[in-house]
């Protein structure tokens, strides 16, 4: 099974910024989103950000609007995370997710779809 690639994790202090990448090697014209997720040490997989390959509608958690930005290059199958003014509660590991599902704009992820993940840690 093709799962998609993350990248772009790292170390980065207070107020800095990472820009992740997630490549989706598997990507066919019936994929209709991907969606960010992170999961931090004793919490559960949330929802990060998602975005739509037909349209490039965006969705985001409260938590980071204002901060991150999800775009898309259809024709390299990947989207991206831009992260802005990071703080320690940012800390996590995020997972990509392929071929997941938007409801009242809330994108629900494909049980089999998720990725590796990429560290991001930011130092207090």
């Known amino acids: 099974q093709v799962q998609p690639v993350e990248s772009g994790g790292g170390l980065v202090q207070t107020g800095g910024s990472l820009r992740l990448s997630c490549t989706d090697s598997?990507?066919?014209?019936?994929?209709?989103?991907m969606g960010w997720f992170r999961e931090a040490p004793g919490k559960d997989r949330e929802f990060v950000a998602a975005?739509?390959?037909?349209?490039?509608?965006?969705a985001y958690a409260d938590s980071v609007k204002g901060r991150f930005t999800i775009s898309k290059d259809n024709a390299k199958n990947t989207i991206y995370l831009e992260m802005n003014s990071l703080n320690p509660e940012d800390t996590a590991v995020y997972y990509c997710?392929?071929?997941?599902?938007?409801?009242?704009?809330?994108?629900?992820?494909?049980?089999?779809?998720w990725g590796q993940g990429t560290q991001v840690t930011v130092s207090s």
């Open positions: 598997g990507r066919t014209e019936s994929t209709y989103a």
């Open positions: 975005i739509s390959w037909a349209t490039g509608i965006i």
């Open positions: 997710n392929r071929d997941g599902t938007y409801y009242e704009d809330s994108y629900y992820p494909n049980f089999n779809g």
